[in-house]
């Protein structure tokens, strides 16, 4: 961002300069300015006009194309440490993650080791809706029967605004979570307190739980049931069966290799199917 302003101003501030020299140069008063009413070229002017805009989309483009890599969200952050693997669930109007490596659950608090990268994969049992920690980085899309990626990091121990940026219904201004970075021993105690929770995460649970309520306090669950968010993905896939015969028959193959193409989603989803 301080590049793309240090970039405009090559263009604001001449302006600025030459409208307020111009304006006092070439006032009436002023007899010894140059007046040349029929001037109408200049070539210098003409590769000013044209060469610093050039230069300056060409710097921009360069830093598009490199930041974007850069800073892509399926991109691992490399810290030298083992990632803390989050799985996230958009419901109506909640936050569902699931720490598949500790086998806990929380609901609308999101937890994590300051200074360690954060894996996520997320999805969604309801309409489209938006993961965004503002603080951390990258807003991920999260749709139903597909699986996003996002890899964030807490430079220092703190507490975070997560949200849903995407309308998603009368619940929508009220789904919003804390992320609370602490110390890796705060962390661990964390863990431990939550799988003291006599709440567990099964199949039965779950589906009260992803029944539309509004304001839904933080609560943790000590275990989850296996492979949690790979049903409720499979629960909006059931076209991929068909898809799959059709694709024995020879029919309907170019649709189902472009609805996956380019998804972190594809490879499996074709495997279990």
């Known amino acids: 961002m301080l590049m793309a302003i240090g970039l405009m101003l090559i263009v604001v501030l001449p302006a600025i300069i030459m409208a ?10 002023n007899t010894k300015a140059v007046y040349a009413p029929k001037w109408s070229h200049s ?4 590769l000013v006009v044209w060469l610093v805009p050039v230069a300056i989309v060409m710097a ?22 083992k990632p803390v693997h989050i799985e996230v669930v958009s ?28 894996s996520f994969r997320l999805t969604s049992d309801t309409v489209m809706t938006s993961f965004f920690i503002p603080q951390l980085g990258s807003q991920m899309y999260v749709m139903a ?5 996002l890899h964030l990091l807490a430079d220092e121990p703190g507490v975070y605004v997560g949200q849903n940026q995407e309308f998603s219904g009368r619940g929508y201004s ?9 110390s890796p021993e705060q962390f661990q105690a964390w863990v431990v307190e939550a799988k003291r929770s006599s709440e567990k995460l099964d199949l039965a649970r779950y589906g009260k739980l992803r029944n539309p309520t509004v304001g839904v306090p933080v609560a943790y669950f000590s275990s989850v049931s296996p492979g949690l968010f790979e049903h409720i993905m499979s629960k909006y896939m059931g076209w991929m069966g068909k898809m799959g015969k059709m694709r024995k028959t020879g029919k309907g193959h170019a649709p189902v290799k472009k609805a996956f193409e380019g998804t972190d ?5 074709l495997e279990e199917g």
């Open 145 to 149: 029967g597909m699986q996003t990626r």
């Open 265 to 269: 989603a594809r490879p499996r989803v």
């Open 20 to 29: 307020l020299w111009f304006s006092r140069r070439y006032r009436a008063s």
């Open 60 to 81: 921009l483009s360069y830093l598009t194309w490199t930041g974007t890599f850069r800073l892509d969200p399926y991109k691992p952050i490399d810290r030298g440490t």
């Open 43 to 46: 070539r210098n002017i003409d």
């Open 91 to 118: 419901l109506d109007w909640k936050w569902l993650f699931i720490y598949p490596d500790h086998n806990i659950a929380a609901v609308n608090e999101l937890v994590f080791p300051a200074g360690v990268p954060l």
């Open 174 to 182: 009220g789904m919003h979570f804390k992320a609370i970075a602490t």
